[in-house]
């Protein structure tokens, strides 16, 4: 009875294994005619947009100010030079690529209340990157 409990036991963690170690690609989202991607929690999902980097022309990266800190669940709206919206989301990591036309956008994100704005300028073959970087929050 012993070693079919154990048994069945290693079983369930041999077939665990590649449900853990199989981690979800980063698949791109497509609102209108832009296409973005987010992430980069962990070393994988870092490398993995790292990869991606190329085939999007606006770079955006989430941090605390003074500790370098990257942040997620970041709101992101993007929009045309006239404030019409383009996108929205939150961000699944410290990172979001979006592939945009050649323009001037408005890039707005809100964490925890604050919220950045900035203007990019982006081309058909030359990317734009913009950092977005929130205050440390006060431990009492």
């Not at 069945?8 to 853990?20: D, E, G, M, R, T």
């Not at 993007?78 to 323009?103: C, H, Q, V, W, Y």
């Amino acid at each position: 009875m012993k070693r079919m409990h154990l048994t069945l036991i290693l079983l369930c963690i041999l077939f665990s294994f590649p449900a853990v170690a199989e981690q979800e690609p980063i698949k791109p989202q497509t609102q209108g005619e832009v296409t973005f991607v987010s992430g980069g929690v962990g070393a994988d999902e870092q490398n993995a947009l790292q990869a991606m980097r190329a085939g999007y022309n606006l770079h955006l990266l989430f941090s605390i100010k003074g500790t370098g800190e990257y942040v997620s669940d970041v709101r992101v709206r993007i929009a045309d030079s006239r404030g019409n919206s383009l996108m929205e989301t939150l961000s699944d990591g410290p990172m979001l690529f979006a592939r945009l036309k050649p323009g001037r956008y408005i890039v707005t994100v809100e964490r925890g209340g604050q919220a950045f704005k900035q203007t990019a300028t982006v081309g058909s073959t030359k990317w734009t990157s913009l950092s977005f970087a929130w205050p440390q929050e006060r431990t009492d």
